[in-house]
């Protein structure tokens, strides 16, 4: 292990009391906050004074992450296991902005994908678009898997009140035949669009997913003429979507520069596109180009993306904490926690450096949770009282998106109570004093006490955003993939392959062609469960 890292551990072994520090110093919640594009940031009840701050500010100034940064802008392959650069960002870019890139055919290909979303959601919107029997269409459905999904899916959601579509979403990810069934039983071909959302145009989950579609289609009628009609893709590999019988006008690119966690941003975003309107398109666009501004621009100790990332090294190098718990205090951020699960498990889930040495130290956590109030009647039980130190991010719109007032109050309180209850905690003193206040014995007050006792110094940063409106939500999802980008750039890793998909999907072939009948070894768990599955297939 090397001196910054060794460093880490030492500092991180020093006791430390938050709820003493806030006693200490007054002051300590404005030292510790930040604000960048209107998001505020409160990092003060995190498990760090001045000190440790500034061991980690020095992490990462020595870190490359200034340098990876200058490199991905510049449009070096930073992807260098697939030989790809990582320019993301330029895809939310505005207009003028477009115009100073180095290369003008980017330019003028990002443009062509922008006009020609911009027509197909004109045309939805205003019902111009007719299916084969001359009916509107009325719902699209969304088949992808992975970044070509959970982007869209997630953030359709949480912009749901700013939906101002006739159409209908509909998205078919799992390659369980239930989902491609109950789409199916709800809808009619002839007024349904497909579209097939798959950068490779490779993954088998989206092929069968979509195959099913264009048999259902045929089934019920449609006949070639028709499938090229309902049938658009968005995807890099031009030849496969043609293959499928996708005509070339209704394939949306994508770019080899573009990652599958990182694509929202392109014809991915399309669905988002169509349920917001063009405009509030762009205002999501514009917020993450606002974030990424900032990332590029202020200096590390300011800079709100780089200080998520030392929260999160802090966590996991210096405390040797395996998760992170993301909590929107949002109903309509339900799906983030998805979202963020696979850009950041799937970035620096990693063993290897960028020489391929195996690196002596944890990288990405496990992200893990779901919208709040509902976990405080689940698992905060353990936030709140296990050993196990599990940072957490709170996240809050200040206005809501409905007229139920006091709901919001409420819903912002618990948020809040929730940070300094895992903060302060309760001594055992302070539940036996409850105790004795509620009327019981000393001896029982005794026995009852440990039990109701929280240990506190748990951490948290509390995200505070004015509302969730496009423009903010852009900004959000930006502020998470830069502090990915700064994390694996300080772990010195590849954040941008996902090698370790590979093996699951090559080994489930000869699986599924044992399945059908083709004889095979296994190992004896393997063949055990195959037998087995047959078994109940046959019986
Ligand atoms: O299997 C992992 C993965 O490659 C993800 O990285 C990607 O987002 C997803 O599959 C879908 O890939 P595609 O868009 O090529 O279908």
Redesign the pocket.
Known sequence: MSAPWSALQQLASEPFSLRQAFQHDPERASRYRLSACGIELDYSKNLIDAKRWQSLLALAQTSDIAALRDRMVSGESINHTEQRSVGHMRLRLPDAALSELKDPTLAAEIRQCRQQMTALVSQLHQQRYLGYTGKPIRDVIWV?????LLGPQMACEALSPYHQSPVKLHFAGNIDGAVVHDICRQLEPDTCLVVV???????EE?RENALSLRQWFLDKGADQAAIARHFWAT?SNIQAAADFGIVPEHILP?WDWV???Y?IWSAIGLPLALLLGNEQFEDFLAGAHAMDQHFLQADFASNMPVTLALLGIWYINGMGCQSQALLPYNHYLRLLPSYVQ?LDM?SNGKQVDHQGHTLPYATAPVIWGDAGTNGQHAYHQLLHQSQLTIPADFILAAKPKHALADHHLRLAAHCFAQTQALMQGKTIEEAKDECLAQGMTEQQASKLAPHKASPGNKPSNTLLLPELSPYYLGALLALYEHKVFCQGAIWQLNSFD?WG??LG?QLSGPIYQALNGKAAQFDSSTAGLLASLQRHLTS
């Open positions: 992808g898997i992975g970044g070509s959302a798959s950068k490779s145009f490779g993954t989206t995807s994508m990652g599958g966690r694509s696979q799937e996902q998909v590979e999907k």
